[in-house]
């Protein structure tokens, strides 16, 4: 399917463990960004990535990992998961360039921290 | 002080009236500005997007952005039950990051 996909959709861990979240594009778009979305805090960015082997920080990088060894895979690691961290993940993409510096965000992955 | 404000609602009104919704910015070096559309439990999606200060109007949509004051509106007119969704504004610097910053999003509710 075309477009960008998040997986799993749910998710339930228990302190402690590790957690990947993936991300999924079709497009080859250039960017990547893990956002997370809280009640009270709108949506906040993780990291991005600028292309392959690119990561930057954003907002909220604590406690988090990324990688991106392909252009069409940007997976999020929670290295040891937190109750702070309970929260809907949201993935985007866009092209570099373009007018409308349009972001195209996944379905969402609920995840929840016991 | 963040650098986008949003006032998270929530919002409610009946079926055919106008909504106005609104943000304020702190960062004058803004050029873009956008606002998303939030379904329950779905992404964001693009909305409408305008380039510095001025109006758009897409349908029964219209976004304006003043620059002086800086000020971020969207209007909708006849506003309908599937308008009912959360709204996100969001802002971007030219040639600059290319990290949108958000509001928090205003849930509006269209009764029937």
């Known amino acids: 399917d075309a477009g960008i996909t998040q997986s799993p959709r749910y998710k339930i861990t228990e302190t402690g463990r590790q957690v990947t979240l993936m991300c999924h594009q079709t497009?080859?778009?250039?960017?990547m960004f893990w956002y997370r979305q809280d009640l009270g805090h709108g949506l906040r960015l993780i990291y991005y990535?600028?292309?392959?082997?690119?990561?930057d920080k954003g907002e909220v990088p604590d406690g988090y990992v990324v990688s991106r060894s392909k252009t069409e895979n940007f997976p999020l690691t929670l290295e040891s998961a937190t109750r702070s961290q309970t929260s809907v993940y949201f993935c985007?993409?866009?092209?570099?360039?373009?007018?409308?510096?349009?972001?195209?965000f996944g379905p969402g992955t609920r995840l929840t921290v016991l | 002080q963040k650098e986008v404000e949003q006032d998270p609602g929530p919002l409610s009104v009946p079926e055919g009236a106008i909504v106005s919704l609104n943000c304020t910015y702190s960062?004058?070096?803004?050029?873009?500005f956008m606002w998303y559309r939030q379904y329950s439990r779905k992404g964001p999606e693009l909305l409408m997007y305008?380039?510095?200060?001025g109006n758009k109007e897409d349908g029964r949509f219209t976004a304006q952005v003043d620059k002086s004051s800086k000020y971020i509106s969207l209007f909708i007119r006849d506003s309908q039950p599937s308008d009912s969704a959360t709204y996100l504004c969001?802002?971007?610097?030219?040639?600059?990051?290319?990290?949108?910053?958000f509001g928090k999003g205003t849930k509006l509710t269209v009764n029937p």
């Open positions: 497009w080859s778009h250039s960017y």
């Open positions: 305008t380039y510095s200060s």
């Open positions: 969001a802002t971007l610097t030219q040639g600059g990051s290319e990290k949108l910053v």
């Open positions: 990535s600028a292309a392959a082997d690119i990561t």
């Open positions: 985007a993409s866009r092209t570099s360039g373009g007018a409308s510096n349009e972001q195209f």
């Open positions: 960062n004058s070096a803004f050029q873009y």
